[in-house]
């Protein structure tokens, strides 16, 4: 178990102080999947750095499996890291070795015999996905296949933590797909714990099942990822969750009631939805925003409806729309 208490990190540059990370408390469960996810300068890969140590909190803790990381010599240190790995956006293999020699450095650093750690990297490139890379350098493998290689090399000392620090963000949605799923096949497979930190919340609903929302430094909003994604209460989380449809109250124009209407999958129809909502409850709604698509016969996107009347017809529309498998619904103004 990781647990994060009071964790706070600045940073003292030329402006002045800058503060990273503000009374951060989160607790990652083993074997979770779990996402920390934000815009630009929200904090996630400070924070990330914190958890194995690569940053010293400036107060607070972090506790592994019960101990305070933050208390641990530089000796103990080094050997508590051995059970923390972490793979990086720019892959960060060494480009004049091979992927086997590659895989094998972390083991070498631990003093593990050649042939034991070159036996260990072979079975790692199987796990992969790349047994007949061994002898390859890095400049000769696509930015997928250089991942893969970095989780192998990341996997080599029996890790119990993998940190993933914006992974997926140098690849093609295509790749990042089988970049996850070989995660998520890993995660299974061995039991560990894993961290995604992302700016895409394409990412963390793909393979995550908790996430923790960072904005400004401070944890915005935090829970399974199914209801952050179904229910986001933070300005933070919808603005994440709702990327097109996003709108504060007084971003939105006019003196009428305001519905996001969020389509996930829902069945699409000949029939126009909200024209229908109109003739089968005589509910007047106009289409503020519409971000929709189509995909195999299903709708998803976001659409924000302005609602003319008091209180009761809003509460109608919500449950005229709610109605319809695949969508989700909810008052803004």
Known sequence: MIELKSLNKTFETADGTVEALKDINLTI??????????????????????????????????????????TLSEKELRQKRRNITMIFQSFNLLMQRTCLKNICFPLELSGVKKQEAEKRASELLKIVGLP????????????????RIAIARALATDPKVLLCDEATSALDPRTTHQILSLIRSIHDQLGITVIIITHQMSVVEEICNRVAILDEGQVAEEGEVAEIFSSPKSRAAKRLVYPEGFADTEEIGGNDHKIRVVFNGAQATEKPLIATMAIEEHIAASIDFASTRNLGGRSYGTMILGIEGDDQVVQRALTYLRKNEGIRVEEIR
Do not use: F, H, W
């Open 29 to 70: 469960n083993d074997g979770d999947i779990y996402g920390i996810i934000g815009m630009s300068g929200a904090g996630k890969s400070t924070l990330v750095r914190c958890i194995n140590m690569l940053e010293k909190p400036t107060s607070g803790q972090v506790l592994i499996d019960g101990v305070d990381m933050t």
């Open 132 to 147: 007949d890379k061994a002898n390859a350098y890095p400049a000769q493998l696509s930015g997928g296949q250089q991942q």
